[in-house]
């Protein structure tokens, strides 16, 4: 009885179903088909007899066993931590002192320029930051003239820089645009509780630490936890954009690492089971930070 | 000694102020400062020193690229290759937000995991790269644009959009006898243009910016399949090979044979405004429309 009326149904809606199977079939052959070649990650390429030879978890433990394998992991998490807490950060205290701005119309200028690198891409973005940062660089020229160092810095051939370098050019890139949801959040904000406090004599500051933050703190918890599951993905566009032969000891993430082995050494067995490594991870990962943010959410509104 | 509330006001905002201008620059200067390199003089602007005024005006730069054949090939494809992806795209993804949106679809909840799944795993490089070659994709110009017209958050800020209109829409169009594409194509998908225009608005500045496709799937077809940020990107790391020689005060003109009367700076500044100001014509307009985008896409994604 029960089926018939799922048939009945599934038959009643068949237009809704001719539209989104093709879409389907499309998903399943651009995004599903390609997991099959995991199994790469368990085999071994014999070029003698031109096959893949099944070995187990042999390229796992060569992995795990490779020096690489720690300063590649260390580069990604150390890139993708200082990313994290300089992007927060940033962008938290700007869209902060964006809503403090009064004037509707400066307000509007100051967040469509501040979204403006968002829009470009990393390449424009590398060649400007490269620019900025030159031996006759205006950062360089700006520090001399104001007489802090006396020989410019060499800010790209310096591998202790690169993490920083990295987290600043995301910080430079993304802050205007990070700044929406949070601006979002405080639109939320009830005007009386600023009145209020307003009348008991606080001032500017007691009110953005008393009334602002809290306001919009489930947002940012959220946020935090929901990018500590693509701890992972440090990205590889700005590494590969902006790293050098002096810097790649501590410029190579993990997606730079696939690229070399795979493409450019044609290890695709290494290779693969790296980045299925870094899936496999980065989906415990996020499915815990979505079981941690559902409940710290519910807390925040309590 | 205590400061009165109107004056301490007029403190924080002039420092606010001062600050905002301060982010200002740090967000314009380096365009601006590339702007002036690509109006100045080729040669002279080796000598550095160019700040946000050219010093000596000329558009010859601007001359050199457009008649180079290699970066005219470039620019039409990027073109090409964004224009199919956006139509393509934005009729993909709003045709299956539309059935998504509709709640009495029966297989609502397993094909909406079924697409929010590829948000999370992802094959990864090489069996992608395995994919496209069995789909003879490589070094093709289909690659530009085929595999990437789904995208999972694309039908996630479309779906919820359309979750918000109001249901009546749809059921007029039902009992005139509408098909659903129909209802879909002439009765929903014209009120959805704002969401439209912010999602248009994502994937063509992301196919536009994109230079790694090229670089991993077309770059052996070069002079046919290139794009205006893989040229970038070529020039880019071309003169970071001469950083050395740069720091010497030793650069000449080498890197820019093919080009007339200009200099790697030149060319690269030049190449850089190009590709950089579609993009900025455009996204001031529709900010209104991606603020909103924005926020829906983090709130029920």
Not at chain 1, 37 to 62: C, K, L, N, S
Request: aromatic share 14%; hydrophobic share 50%.
């Amino acid at each position: 009885m029960r089926t018939r009326t799922i048939w009945s149904r599934i038959i009643q809606q068949w237009q809704l179903f001719a539209m989104i199977v093709p879409v389907m079939v499309y998903v399943f052959i651009f995004s599903y088909l390609p997991l099959g070649g995991w199994a790469m990650a368990f085999q071994r390429y014999r070029p003698q007899r031109e096959v893949q030879e099944w070995v187990g978890f042999e390229q796992f433990e060569f992995l795990f066993g490779d020096a690489s394998f720690f300063r590649v992991m260390r580069n990604t998490l150390g890139m993708s931590v200082i990313s994290l807490i300089l992007g927060f950060t940033c962008a938290i205290f700007l869209a902060l002192m964006i809503n403090e701005i009064r004037q509707m119309k400066f307000k509007r200028v100051v967040q469509t320029i501040s979204y403006m690198p968002h829009f470009l891409s990393w390449v424009i973005a590398a060649a400007l930051i490269s620019d900025f940062l030159s031996s006759r660089g205006i950062l360089n020229t700006v520090l001399m003239q104001l007489g802090i160092i006396d020989a410019p810095i060499i800010f790209r051939a310096n591998p202790d820089y690169f993490w920083w370098l990295i987290g600043w050019s995301n910080v430079w890139k993304s802050v205007g645009w990070n700044t929406i949801i949070y601006l979002a959040a405080m639109t939320g904000i009830d005007p009386a509780l600023y009145e209020s406090a307003e009348l008991d004599g606080a001032g500017r500051f007691s009110r953005i630490w008393h009334i602002t933050l809290p306001g919009i703190k489930s947002t940012i918890l959220v946020l935090v936890i929901m990018n500590m599951g693509w701890i992972l993905n440090a990205g590889f566009e700005v590494q590969w954009l902006l790293s050098n032969d002096l810097t790649i000891n501590t410029a190579e993430t993990i997606d730079l690492f696939v690229i070399r082995y795979g493409l450019n050494q044609r290890n695709y067995s290494l290779a693969t089971a790296f980045g299925m490594f870094k899936t496999v991870v980065s989906i415990i990962l996020l499915t815990a930070a979505n079981f941690v943010s559902k409940r710290v959410a519910k807390e925040g509104l309590m | 000694m205590k400061i009165s509330t109107k004056t301490a006001n007029r403190i924080f905002d002039t420092c606010n102020t001062i600050f905002m201008l301060f982010i200002i620059v740090i967000m314009l200067y380096p365009f601006l400062n590339t702007l002036a390199i690509s109006l100045n003089n080729a040669t002279d602007s080796i000598k550095g020193g160019i700040y946000l005024w050219p010093r000596i005006f000329t558009l010859s730069n601007y001359g050199s690229i457009f008649e180079n054949e290699l970066l005219l090939t470039a620019f039409r494809n990027s073109v090409a290759r964004t224009v199919l992806s956006t139509v393509g795209g934005l009729f993909i993804c709003s045709m299956t937000g539309y059935v998504l949106s509709r709640q009495e679809f029966i297989a609502r909840k397993f094909v909406t995991i079924y697409f929010l799944m590829t948000m999370y795993v992802s094959a990864g490089l090489i069996p992608t790269y395995f994919l496209y070659r069995d789909l003879s994709l490589i070094n093709n110009f289909h690659v530009y644009w085929l595999p990437g017209l789904f995208g999972a958050f694309n039908v996630i800020v479309i779906r919820t959009y359309m979750q918000g209109l109001p249901d009546s829409l749809v059921e007029a169009a039902r009992i005139d006898g509408a098909s659903e594409f129909r209802t879909f194509f002439q009765v929903v998908l014209p009120i959805c243009k704002p969401v439209l225009a912010t999602v248009g608005l994502w994937i063509s500045v992301g196919n536009w910016n994109d230079w790694f496709t090229t670089y991993i799937y077309a770059s052996s077809r070069r002079s046919t399949l290139t794009t205006l940020q893989y040229e970038l990107m070529a020039v880019l790391s071309e003169s970071m090979a001469q950083m050395g020689q740069q720091q010497s005060g030793a650069i000449a003109a080498q890197g820019a044979a093919a080009f007339n009367n200009t200099s790697p700076i030149a060319i690269r500044a030049t190449i850089t405004i190009v590709a950089a100001v579609p993009i900025l014509l455009v996204y001031p307009f529709l900010q209104k429309y991606f603020v909103k985008g924005v926020h829906v896409g983090s709130v029920k994604g």
